[in-house]
């Protein structure tokens, strides 16, 4: 189910003539004087950063609570034996986080290993968070494998998430940490959110979700608020 | 005269409707304390502006979360928050058009729209150079004011005066 994102760049023709940066040459002080009143208003600088910080969290979050969640129900198709593993075809599983809140995962298949490790490998992922009453989001990885002993949860082979506002996550591949909370997102990591573009080379989030480190260059784009953001201010007059 | 060569330094303003990005080679998000950390080669670019520096802290400010406080998403996009201040430490060069200026640091006060260039400050315009210690940009009206005393511990040219080279035959260029 290839969702393809929607680079949403509604562009307002801004009311104040377009900003021209001011020439060089010397003008005498009534002219600049009225030069400056013409001067277009300058909107305030608004690097939306923290939307992106947001943007991320979501994804940390999405991902831990993933993991950590108990079970409520697990519903198999099928299940059988195969080469040492026990195979449970379109697992699904669903319950409730502990913010009360529903959450279902399903796989294509979830071959589990019958020796010590127990570990499990998955294909298909699909997962489905409510993050805060107002947004869910939708994880999907092709493939994954969690190793109960290290409580690692690994998902690879390009993992994407979208949630209900506009905001695209991309990584190829994650290494979430269960029990401290921390999720290692190789990259390129790429993050759209209504106005903002960030590409990364890795990502790395902590304690659920307030520090995130990103590295190998990083390349961060703000675009204009578009005219319908919610956030969008009128160019401050005053 | 002062005038025409500072006055007009565009350097820093800001255009609302055209794309920012900064580029640099980490970014830590510091989301509990608000602080974004770019450092290594750092580089923002916005229409005809650039600047560089090694590091470029940006502290946000959230916007109030009215009602129950949701979990940390709370900071979720569409709550926007905004640029409170920025500052630029390291070898901080500011390009617009056609004028330059270099300093130890800059400091960006969103809020104000001034910006505050300090320690071993040069400014060139073609071939016109001026040098001092602290260097003030009122971004809206792009008035620059340059000055070499009470520098508040920057570092001050030599003479503690403001000392500009005109060359002779250079006409600012329009």
């Not at chain 1, 996550?169 to 390129?188: F, K, M, Q, T, V």
């Not at chain 2, 989301?31 to 946000?60: C, P, W």
Request: aromatic share 4%.
């Amino acid at each position: 189910m290839e969702r393809n994102w929607r680079l949403t760049l509604g562009r307002k023709a801004p009311h104040q003539q377009p900003g021209a940066i001011a020439t060089g040459q010397a003008r005498p002080a009534a002219e600049f004087a009225r030069a400056n009143q013409h001067a277009r208003r300058v909107r305030r600088l608004k690097v939306a950063l923290p939307l992106l910080a947001g943007a991320i969290i979501v994804a940390g979050l999405a991902a831990t609570w993933l993991a950590r969640s108990a079970p409520v129900d697990l519903t198999v198709a099928a299940t059988t034996i195969q080469n040492g593993q026990l195979v449970m075809e379109d697992p699904r599983m669903s319950g409730k986080d502990k913010n009360d809140r529903p959450y279902f995962v399903t796989a294509q298949r979830a071959m589990q290993a019958l020796d010590r490790t127990g570990a499990i490998d998955l294909e298909g992922i699909n997962a489905n968070l409510t993050l805060d009453p107002e947004t869910t989001a939708e994880i999907a990885a092709l493939a994954g494998r969690y190793d109960p002993k290290a409580e690692v949860l690994r998902l690879y082979d390009s993992i994407e998430v979208t949630t209900s506002n506009d905001i695209v996550i991309r990584l190829s591949s994650a290494d979430i940490l269960l029990n401290d909370g921390r999720l290692e997102g190789n990259g390129p990591v790429y993050i759209q959110t209504p106005n903002q573009t960030l590409q990364s080379g890795n990502v790395t989030i902590q304690n659920g979700g307030d520090r995130l480190t990103f590295g190998n260059r990083v390349k961060l784009t703000l675009l204009p608020a578009a005219t319908g953001g919610t956030d969008q201010r009128a160019a401050n007059d005053e | 005269q002062q005038g025409g060569f500072g006055e007009n330094f565009g350097g820093l303003q800001v255009q609302g409707d055209q794309p920012i990005t900064i580029e640099s080679n980490q970014l830590d998000v510091d989301d509990a304390n608000s602080i974004a950390t770019f450092s290594g080669d750092v580089e923002v670019v916005q229409g005809e502006t650039m600047m560089r520096a090694a590091k470029l802290i940006v502290h946000y400010v959230r916007k109030a979360q009215d009602g129950a406080q949701a979990v940390a998403t709370s900071n979720m996009p569409g709550n926007s928050s905004d640029i409170d201040r920025l500052e630029a430490e390291g070898d901080v060069y500011v390009k617009s058009t056609d004028q330059v200026a270099t300093a130890n640091r800059a400091d960006f006060d969103m809020k104000t729209q001034i910006v505050v260039m300090s320690g071993d400050v040069v400014l060139t315009q073609g071939p016109n150079v001026a040098t001092g210690c602290r260097l003030t940009i009122h971004m809206e009206t792009s008035v620059a004011q340059l000055q070499s005393r009470d520098c508040g511990g920057a570092a001050a040219p030599a003479g503690g005066r403001v000392r500009m080279l005109l060359s002779p035959n250079s006409q600012p260029n329009g």
